[in-house]
T-cell receptor, first 116, second 112 residues
Framework: EPEVTQTPSHQVTQMGQEVILRCVPI?????FYWYRQILGQKVEFLVS????????KSEIFDDQFSVERPDGSNFTLKIRSTKLEDSAMYFC??????????????FGEGSWLTVV | GENVEQHPSTLSVQEGDSAVIKCTYS??????FPWYKQELGKGPQLIID?????GEKKDQRIAVTLNKTAKHFSLHITETQPEDSAVYFC???????????FGIGTKLQVIP
């Protein structure tokens, strides 16, 4: 079954450093997302991306965050200057965007970011 | 924006018993309600979903019900097994292909 893949699975970074989390969405999907989950809390929406631009973002997704689809397969989340409170599991997700099940969102396994 | 409330936050059942998790949502425009299972250290996995034109959906031991008038939806797991132990999230989707709003999660423990 097609799946969303994410790298790295775990990254430790110094506060203030830049981090890039990478994702390969399911190949025929059109909508891409980043969510995050702070340890023990619920999954929170960060941003959705369609047609090479951000279609919606939450209040969490401030100027230190950016997303990019640099080529036909990758989708990245960049955190410019990490803070301790950015420590969380970051999930990439994608959906087909068409058809009866077009809005079903499939999640990757997550990238665990630890900021020290 | 959408607000999804979920309860209970933890649930322990004996193997073979049923488990029920309930959610409410606030946005009457929401029309898609997925349920995700999250095992430790993994991403949420879709287990079942229901759309607003349907009141109930069943898939083997799992069923979901939706009451659009009351803005309630529930997950029912029958004949629970130890491998059902996980965190379950309900979610609501307010149309289009935008964000999904998650509930707080229910940690289900099935005791052998």
């Amino acid at each position: 079954e097609p799946e969303v893949t994410q790298t790295p699975s775990h990254q430790v970074t110094q506060m203030g450093q830049e981090v890039i989390l990478r994702c390969v969405p399911i190949s025929n999907h059109l909508y891409f997302y980043w969510y995050r989950q702070i340890l023990g809390q619920k999954v929170e929406f960060l941003v959705s991306f369609y047609n090479n631009e951000i279609s919606e973002k939450s209040e969490i997704f401030d100027d230190q965050f950016s997303v990019e689809r640099p080529d036909g397969s990758n989708f990245t989340l960049k955190i410019r200057s990490t803070k301790l409170e950015d420590s969380a599991m970051y999930f990439c997700a994608s959906s087909a965007g068409i058809g009866v099940s077009g809005n079903t969102i499939y999640f990757g396994e997550g990238s665990w970011l630890t900021v020290v | 924006g959408e607000n999804v409330e979920q309860h209970p936050s933890t649930l322990s059942v004996q193997e073979g018993d049923s488990a029920v998790i309930k959610c409410t949502y606030s946005d009457s425009a929401s029309n898609y309600f997925p349920w995700y299972k999250q095992e430790l250290g993994k991403g949420p996995q879709l287990i079942i979903d229901i759309r607003s034109n349907v009141g109930e959906k069943k898939d083997q031991r799992i069923a979901v019900t939706l009451n659009k008038t009351a803005k309630h939806f529930s997950l029912h797991i029958t004949e629970t097994q130890p491998e059902d132990s996980a965190v379950y999230f309900c979610a609501a989707h307010s149309g289009g292909y935008q964000k999904v709003t998650f509930g707080i999660g229910t940690k289900l423990q099935v005791i052998p």
